[in-house]
């Protein structure tokens, strides 16, 4: 089968969205662990940023793994893990693009 748009734009946009929510975990963990610590509940902020940080950890992988259209359901949940967050735009089109790329995927 041909190589299609379709694996490597729903890569690029799980990275992007994993990258963005990486960023935002670690923005939430220490600033909220600052913010929190002064009123002694600075253990919260690891609840807040904690999620953050691993959804954007699995879909950075899952987008990798749609680029070398690779292990599609590590793709495809990677793809949902994008959806978390502000830029659930991005794992919506990232979700339709693995899915209808299915048949590329080794």
Do not use: D, Q
């Amino acid at each position: 089968m041909e190589k299609t748009w379709k694996p490597t734009a729903a890569g690029i946009l799980c990275i992007i969205a994993g990258v963005l929510g990486v960023i935002i975990g670690i923005v939430f963990a220490v600033l909220g662990g600052i913010g929190l610590g002064f009123i002694g509940m600075g253990w919260l902020s690891a609840i807040m940023g904690g999620p953050a940080i691993i959804l954007g950890i699995i879909a950075i992988i899952g987008g990798i793994y749609a680029l070398k259209r690779k292990i599609w359901g590590l793709a495809l949940a990677g793809s949902i893990c994008a959806f978390f967050g502000p830029w659930g735009l991005l794992g919506i089109l990232a979700i339709i693009f693995v899915s209808l790329g299915k048949g590329e995927f080794e």
